[in-house]
């Protein structure tokens, strides 16, 4: 079973529609999770840390659940500058003494 | 404020070649991370370095190294190149207590014949 797992996608969905995320990861011991998004042949870029507060920045949310070992990711009123591949990554530092473990990504398509 | 470089941007190497790829981190980052993004995939976790020492390895074999300076700057260096190395090596730095937030280059395209 692969550490994290994410749906490859591709998702298309109309600009300004809603469209959600979900990954699920293997390693009960991990203690950070983020989102990060890659544009095509790009570097990736820190999206936003997950809490299991949940938290929100903008039209973006991101939910965590450790019992389930399931994080999340809404964008709200997409955008098509929102077109990327949504990587979900999880280390188990807290600290971060340690490297990142990214999924596969979820590429994202949004339509005019 | 230069954020993380890597050189070269891309590499042609033959099987059986040695290859050396070099990353500078974003100022006053002082944690290296290495990184193999083959197409289709995330980054894979190759090393950590921190004070010029590995601190952590990932599913990586030894034909795998990499050294860290003492201005933090690093080099990945991959001996007995295979076909199967031909990926994205993405470089990623963090500061101190903090190497959960990395920020990457835009990284070294190296394709081995």
């Known amino acids: 079973r692969k550490e994290v797992e994410q749906d490859p996608g591709p998702f298309n969905v109309p600009e300004g529609a809603t469209v959600a995320f979900n990954c699920t990861y293997s390693?009960?011991?991990?203690?950070?999770f983020f989102w990060y998004r890659q544009d095509c042949r790009k570097e990736p870029k820190l999206l936003m840390s997950?809490?299991?507060s949940g938290n929100e920045d903008g039209r973006f949310t991101a939910q965590l659940n450790r019992a389930s070992q399931y994080i999340s990711l809404l964008i709200r009123d997409s955008k098509l500058s929102d077109s990327a591949t949504y990587l979900c990554?999880?280390?188990?530092?807290?600290?971060?003494?340690?490297?990142?473990?990214f999924g596969k990504g979820t590429h994202l398509i949004i339509q005019p | 404020d230069a954020g993380v470089t890597q050189s070269p941007t891309h590499l042609i190497k033959t099987r059986g070649q040695q290859v050396t790829l070099r990353c500078s981190p974003k100022?006053?980052?002082?944690?290296v991370s290495w990184y193999q993004q083959a197409l289709g995939q995330g980054p894979q976790f190759i090393f950590q370095?921190?004070?010029?020492?590995?601190?952590q390895r990932g599913n990586f074999p030894d034909r795998f190294s990499g050294h860290q300076f003492p201005n933090y700057s690093s080099e990945l260096n991959v001996n007995a190149l295979l076909l199967g190395d031909s990926a994205l090596y993405l470089c990623?730095?963090?500061?101190?207590?903090?190497?959960?937030?990395?920020?990457f280059g835009p990284g070294t395209r190296l394709t081995v014949t």
């Open positions: 997950v809490y299991s």
């Open positions: 990554v999880v280390s188990k530092s807290g600290g971060g003494a340690d490297g990142l473990t």
């Open positions: 370095y921190y004070e010029e020492e590995e601190r």
């Open positions: 990623a730095s963090s500061g101190m207590g903090r190497a959960y937030e990395q920020y």
């Open positions: 100022s006053g980052h002082d944690t």
């Open positions: 390693n009960s011991a991990s203690q950070s």
